[in-house]
């Protein structure tokens, strides 16, 4: 996988704001609309947190935002049998 490049301008270098993994973890668990979801979303997010330090930034940003579009999807239903 390459590593992408940013947009070009003044915009690219400006910081997001910062945020606690707990903070992310609390956004996307109020976006979890069934209890599996929620389950799922608190697994997956702390399976990201303890990779990140491995891979590149680019790697845990693509990590996160594939939890929200799977979080979502409101044709994936994950039953208890599904998450650890």
Known sequence: MTQLEPTRGSEANTP???FTWGQLESVLVSL???APKEKMV???????????QFL????T???ILC???VLM???FQPSF???P
């Open 42 to 52: 608190r697994h997956l997010l702390e399976a990201t947190r303890k990779q990140a």
């Open 81 to 83: 049998i599904d998450t």
């Open 61 to 63: 940003i693509r990590d």
């Open 16 to 18: 997001i704001p910062s």
């Open 73 to 75: 999807d409101r044709d």
């Open 67 to 69: 939890i929200g579009f």
């Open 56 to 59: 590149p930034v680019e790697e």
């Open 32 to 34: 979890a609309k069934t």
